[in-house]
């Protein structure tokens, strides 16, 4: 009888594809899965994804066993301070003499898992991740000898290799690979947004509930909106509900700002792919087999499949390409600290207040209020880059650092110097408003740059472009905003620069 292992389960590795559970037997090995205090607070973590891990755990735990796993799980009262803390118990728990854990998806907890082998002192086999649809290798190999690493030759490359939205004749279908353009409705109520599905909790989801709410008293999130899948078949049907109901407006209103939905039409599922509950292939068939059914347009299909396919793998490319330095770069000195009312919304600017708001209480907003009004404020704004990377990982249900970090240094922030985007995604109040429905019920007007009620997206806007004239000089996607800026009268633009220094910058530094 060959020896015991231990198969160790991360909470963001919920998945039966878990590439450990191959390698192991039920009835010889023990699946080990662990509530530890390290994970749950090495940021301010919301409380909705708190309570989205642990539920999902336990959840999976019950699954395991019914599979005929033997399973030890350490729930968070036991007080077992680390992962390896877990495995030292479990170890001597169990008497197993070695170890099999997945690959997982922070640098941070992969330094400190290549110390375990000889902390522990048994073989820890760490196994290549593979629910995700590009490997490091196949990243690797793409960004070999590539000056540019752009997202979308990347996505291309993927729709080929697995034949998403092909014809047969090895075109995109529609002649196309990107229909980013039909993405970009501004939101005007045109139609009606569907209601959610209420998830009911279950005894597991209560439990956990109140225990989270007992142990993490100073965390955002409002656990009496908790409304999340904690199982993959209940995700499943969360997703499904999405390709139903949601999905043929999708594309449309994508990069829509609405003051009425915290959601408008998007999928809510960024949280299940990144625990586990949901899986990328699956999820990308569906949406086009629901497009080949002509149950949605073109476009609705591909902005989607684009996100998943394209975008989610690209970014965590980046982030193990250039991780561990990727984290510390600041190419454009960002330093301001973080201003208070990112804890609590409390701002009169309209959009960035709803954005915030819905952030802090349910974990969640969507890309473009994470990429255009709350990123965009903090790009202008010039927020530490650090504090603001802290924030976004402590606030999102969804935030893991490997999708979080390029999305917010590289694409929010222009911090990795373009290796993300080839300009800033910079922004005055006038996209905001072309995109949505805030300004209406904003005390600021988004056509003034000073003066009283002046937006304050637009000076800052103007000061942004001002302070990094030198540094966006050899960009020829800035070159025509540039040239605006230098052909307004001195006076104009140091009225706009001392307005925005003054009036909005001022205020924002105070202790
Ligand atoms: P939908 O709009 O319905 O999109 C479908 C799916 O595509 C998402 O579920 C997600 O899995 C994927 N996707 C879409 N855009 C991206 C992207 N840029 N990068 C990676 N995957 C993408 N996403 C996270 O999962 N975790 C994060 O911590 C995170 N932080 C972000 C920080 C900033 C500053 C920005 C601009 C974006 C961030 N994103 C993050 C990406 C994106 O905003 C979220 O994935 C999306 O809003 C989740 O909502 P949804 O499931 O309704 O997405
Ligand atoms: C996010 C998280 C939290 C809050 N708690 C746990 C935990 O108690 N046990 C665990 O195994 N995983 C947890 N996680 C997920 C890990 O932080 C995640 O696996 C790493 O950040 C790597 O992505
Ligand atoms: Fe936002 Fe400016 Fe519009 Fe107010 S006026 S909602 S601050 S863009």
Known sequence: MTAKNILLILGDQLSLDNP????????RDVVVLAE?????????????????IFSAM???????????????????????QSLEEALAAALADSGATSVYVCQCGEYRLQEHMQGWQQSLSVPIHILPDSRFLASHDDFESWAKGKKQLRMEYFYRQMRKRYGILME????????????DALNR???????????????????????????????????????????????????????????????GSFGCYQDGLAEESPWLFHSLISMYLNIGLLEPLPVCRAVEEAYRAGRCELADAEGFIRQVLGWREYVRGIYWHFMPTYKTRNELAADVPLPGFFWDGDTDMRCLSVALKQSLDLGYAHHIQRLMVIGNFALLAGLD?????????????????????????????????????????????????RQGNHCKQCIYDPKRTTGEGACPYNSLYWRFIDRHLEAFQGNPRMSLVLANWRKRPEEEREAIVQWADEQVMAPLVQP
Request: proline content about 6%.
């Open 20 to 27: 450990v559970l191959g390698m192991g037997q039920p009835g």
């Open 36 to 52: 530890v205090v390290e994970e749950a607070t090495y940021v301010l973590h919301n409380r909705h994804k708190v309570a989205l």
């Open 385 to 433: 880059v650090q504090e603001v990377c802290d924030w976004y990982l402590a606030v999102y249900v969804d935030a893991f650092e490997w999708v979080e970090l390029p999305n917010t240094l590289g694409m929010a922030l222009h911090a990795d110097g373009g290796i993300m985007a080839s300009k800033p995604y910079a922004a005055s109040g006038k996209y905001i408003q």
């Open 185 to 247: 409705k501004g939101w005007r109520a045109q139609v009606a947004v569907p209601e959610r599905p209420v998830i009911q909790a279950d005894a597991i989801t209560a439990e956990v509930i109140r225990q989270v709410e007992g142990a993490f008293p100073a965390n955002p999130g409002d656990l009496s909106q908790f409304n999340l899948a904690v199982t993959a078949e209940s995700a499943r049907a969360q997703f499904d509900w999405f390709v139903d109901n949601a999905l």
């Open 168 to 179: 047969p004749d090895g075109t995109p279908c529609g002649g196309k690979w990107n229909y």
């Open 58 to 80: 336990r959840h999976f735990r019950e699954t395991l066993i019914e599979l005929g796993y033997d399973c030890l799980y350490y729930p968070l009262e036991e007080g077992l």
